[in-house]
């Protein structure tokens, strides 16, 4: 109506009955803090489009910049109070998107160490085939 396209919410939060009480809350509440730093991780990504349109506008790049850091914060903040098993692994997921759609695979690659539900890890690692492999650098630095 109007010209107006409406914006797509975050999808649904999973359902898991014997999780302990507000673990699918904090749950909710980490997609809906992704979904928000979503909305400016588009214009972090040297390799999207919306990157592009803030190209002559840094002080616009560092407002969303700054915006993406503090909602991916408070997401991380939430995500870390989850004590069942299955809804950190999903709220870990969530913040592996919002990562890689900032383009920030160091970040994603690390918080994937953390998914301890081997089908939501082996769905990371359909979406992201590119985190599943250690980076040389990574190795390098160990020895």
Known sequence: MFGR????????????????????????????????????????????????????APEQQQYERNRYNEFRAKALRVADEITDEFFRSAAIHLLIDVSMKAGDDDDARALLRHVEVNFIREKIETAYPQLKHQKLSDVVRQR
């Open 5 to 56: 396209k409406k914006l797509p919410g975050p999808p649904p939060v999973p359902t898991h009955d014997d999780a302990p009480p507000g673990e699918a809350e904090k749950l909710e509440h980490v997609k809906r803090l992704c979904w928000v730093a979503g909305m400016s991780a588009v214009y972090l990504n040297p390799s999207s489009e919306d990157y592009q349109t803030l190209a002559d």
